[in-house]
């Protein structure tokens, strides 16, 4: 079994742009694994691996989830929604 904190530690040390490329490169993977039956421990991995940026609270930058933080401190999406 994997230590997610110390994996989680070191994940968190990278810039966004940086965690949002490795969560991109693992849905890419997550997609090309779960088309055979036998790799479903390895997309439950990937899976887990990628939840890795929830709940991390506010960086310095006001980033809350991997969001954007509008004036309010509400997260707000492209569209201009509040995700509060």
Same mark, same amino acid.
């Given at each position: 079994m994997k230590d997610w904190t110390v994996i989680r530690e070191r994940y968190m040390k990278d810039e966004l742009p940086v965690r949002l490329g490795g969560?991109?490169?693992n849905l890419s993977r997550i997609k090309s694994f779960s088309t055979?039956?036998? #790799?479903?421990?390895?997309?439950? #991995?990937?899976i887990d691996e #990628?939840?890795?940026?929830?709940?991390?609270?506010?960086?310095?930058?006001?980033?809350?989830?991997?969001?954007?933080?509008n004036p309010t401190?509400?997260?707000?999406?492209?569209?201009?929604?509040?995700?509060?």
């Amino acid at each position: 079994m994997k230590d997610w904190t110390v994996i989680r530690e070191r994940y968190m040390k990278d810039e966004l742009p940086v965690r949002l490329g490795g969560l991109a490169a693992n849905l890419s993977r997550i997609k090309s694994f779960s088309t055979n039956e036998n #790799s479903r421990e390895t997309v439950a #991995s990937l899976i887990d691996e #990628s939840k890795m940026d929830r709940g991390t609270g506010r960086d310095q930058h006001g980033f809350r989830d991997g969001g954007c933080a509008n004036p309010t401190g509400a997260l707000a999406n492209p569209l201009g929604q509040d995700l509060g």
